[in-house]
């Protein structure tokens, strides 16, 4: 037998083409829109987190826009801006009518950590003045509003 002869009437293995790239194959269709929808979910809790959170940023800006506390009024204001913020975040009738000690516990109870009730000028009323708290006081205040858990 000529062995040569036979492979000689062989034909070259015909390779098929490489699968086209579009369409892609349904398994990626649906890994596409899982996708899209993890994303979309993503996007709205964080512009959920955001709106819950806005106000936290709205305070913050307001007691850096204080400078420091060295009057008096400046604890009012300083006050007046944790009070609007625990309005926001706690029911009206549990915040709206504390003042004095009740409002520097309250505000320690919720968040304050003890650093308002510490606080002379805050805790015992404008009268007694502001001493040497009022960069304390105002870093309690920033530790209040960014940590507070809120009531609602």
Same mark, same amino acid.
């Given at each position: 037998?000529?062995?040569?002869?036979? #492979?000689?009437?062989?034909?070259?293995?015909v390779v098929?083409?490489?699968p086209p790239w579009w369409p892609p194959a349904p398994g990626w269709?649906?890994?596409?829109?899982?996708?899209?929808?993890? #994303?979309?979910?993503l996007a709205f809790?964080?512009?959920? @987190?955001? @709106?819950?959170n806005a106000y936290r940023l709205q305070? #913050?800006?307001?007691?850096?826009?204080?400078?420091?506390v060295t009057h008096p009024a400046d604890?009012?204001?300083?006050?007046a801006i944790l009070k609007r913020t625990a309005l926001v975040a706690y029911p009206r009738p549990q915040v709206a009518p504390l003042t004095g000690p009740?409002?520097?516990?309250? #505000?320690d109870r919720t968040g304050g950590e003890g650093g308002f009730r510490e606080r002379a000028g805050f805790a015992g009323g404008v009268a007694n003045g502001v001493g040497d708290d009022g960069a304390a006081l105002l870093a309690s205040a920033r530790r209040w509003v960014k940590r507070h858990p809120g009531g609602r």
């Open positions: 037998m000529d062995d040569a002869a036979d #492979l000689s009437r062989l034909a070259d293995i098929p083409p490489p269709w649906i890994l596409a829109a899982a996708l899209l929808a993890a #994303l979309a979910l809790a964080a512009a959920r @987190r955001w @709106r819950r305070a #913050l800006a307001e007691i850096d826009g204080l400078g420091a604890v009012v204001a300083l006050s009740d409002w520097a516990a309250f #505000l």
